[in-house]
């Protein structure tokens, strides 16, 4: 037997509410769909709740920039700080609850990261918004919290500013993860609270969501799992991390020297093409390629005496190819061999080279006195191996 609640009968008495199993799945999905404030965003952020706006049902994710959909998500929520929030509903009964969910949403994670625009969210949000009879500029402006009659000068640039947030967050790879289901076993429980624990940029919560019934009366009841594996010693629900800022990052320098190193490394990079993507930590520089599927990593920074992301420190040049797949083509992997293998050769001081930590497949860390000794060295070699995977021709080309 389920657990039972009991409310109040208008003659004083109380009747028992039994808990009640939805019949279907779609069900549970029509009703998170109609009424995302069952996710309770409360729970996961007391005192300032979240809020969610539905882009859409079923939202279409492709395992590369130029294919069509391959999986898709139940449901794409954004909240009000602009982050892209996943949502997967399943039955408590459904056997995939344990574990097969949990590998369809990190994948499903990591390939929306990859090939979601802001733009393509915004005409998703548009299309499902007019299929379901809804003005979609009077949706948002609702759920912004701003007025609903004619814009005024300038508040129509404030809903602009919600979707360039939201490409802000999809360019650092920063989301949110949501598991629903009207049972969760424990064994999900625990998988969330490590995943939520250990993604600083992206945050991971389950929330059960409870059907009880009477005579003439339906109850929901929604429980939030996840979010204390993220609270701070003063008891504050941290949340996915903030973005540092390029001012972050120079402010963190003691001096003039190492902090003019850092800007011409970062200047260098974005004067040869390269995408530049903030991070919780530091910085990544991105270099595009036509031959493999997504950016190449070739260099992060990170403030000074900082840990930064799997171990790397200060000013960080290497490779890492986030993807477990397949390997790079022969072209891209010759490029990238030449670059790092420059390093192992360098009389400078640098750190020993990361080798085989998750993605980074080998990167060497150098201190910004060091950096600032041979930045030109280090600045050439860094648009060297930008430019030359930009030039590579597309494998149909």
Not at 32 to 44: C, F, I, K, R
Not at 108 to 124: F, G, K, V
Request: aromatic share 8%; proline share 7%.
């Amino acid at each position: 037997m389920g657990e039972r609640i009991y409310t109040m009968t208008s003659d004083g008495g109380i009747e028992p509410l039994e808990e009640e199993r939805f019949e279907l799945e779609d069900h549970l999905q029509s009703l998170v769909a109609t009424h995302p404030e069952l996710l309770d965003g409360e729970q996961m952020r007391p005192g300032d709740p979240l809020r969610w706006l539905l882009v859409t049902r079923e939202k279409g994710i492709s395992a590369t920039e130029d294919e069509g959909h391959r999986w898709a998500v139940d449901h794409l929520l954004i909240d009000q700080d602009a982050l892209p929030t996943l949502v997967e509903v399943k039955r408590g009964d459904n056997t995939e609850i344990r574990r097969t969910v949990i590998g369809q949403m990190l994948e499903y994670a990591t390939h929306a990261a990859q090939t979601w625009t802001a733009d393509e969210l915004r005409r998703s949000f548009e299309a499902s918004a007019n299929a379901r009879g809804v003005d979609p500029a009077d949706e948002l402006r609702k759920f912004l919290e701003l007025p609903l009659e004619p814009a005024e000068p300038g508040e129509e640039q404030e809903g602009g500013d919600f979707w360039e947030r939201v490409a802000t967050n999809l360019d650092a790879r920063r989301m949110r993860l949501l598991f629903v289901a009207d049972e969760l076993p424990d064994e999900l429980k625990r998988v969330v609270e490590f995943l939520n624990a250990q993604m600083p940029g992206i945050e991971v919560l389950a929330v059960e969501i409870k059907q009880f019934r009477g005579a003439a009366t339906q109850t929901l009841v929604p429980r939030v799992y996840g979010r204390l594996a993220k609270e701070q010693p003063g008891g504050s629900s941290s949340g996915p991390r903030p973005l540092i800022t390029r001012g972050d990052l120079l402010a963190a320098f003691p001096d003039d020297t190492t902090r003019n190193a850092a800007q011409k490394i970062l200047d260098a990079a974005q004067g040869a093409g390269a995408r530049i993507e903030w991070g919780s930590r530091g910085v990544s520089v991105r270099a595009r390629c036509a031959a493999w599927y997504q950016p190449l990593t070739v260099a992060w920074l990170f403030p000074p005496g900082k840990p930064g992301w799997m171990g790397l420190r200060n000013a960080s040049f290497g490779e890492a190819i986030s993807d477990y797949e397949r390997p790079a083509p022969a072209p891209v992997r010759d490029i990238l061999d030449r670059y790092v293998n420059q390093f192992a050769n360098d009389s400078f001081e640098r750190g020993d080279p990361w080798g085989d930590k998750g993605w980074v497949s080998k990167a060497w860390s150098i201190d910004y006195t060091t950096a600032a000794a041979n930045i030109d060295v280090l600045t050439e070699r860094l648009v060297k191996v930008i430019t030359e995977l930009q030039a590579l021709p597309s494998p149909e080309a």
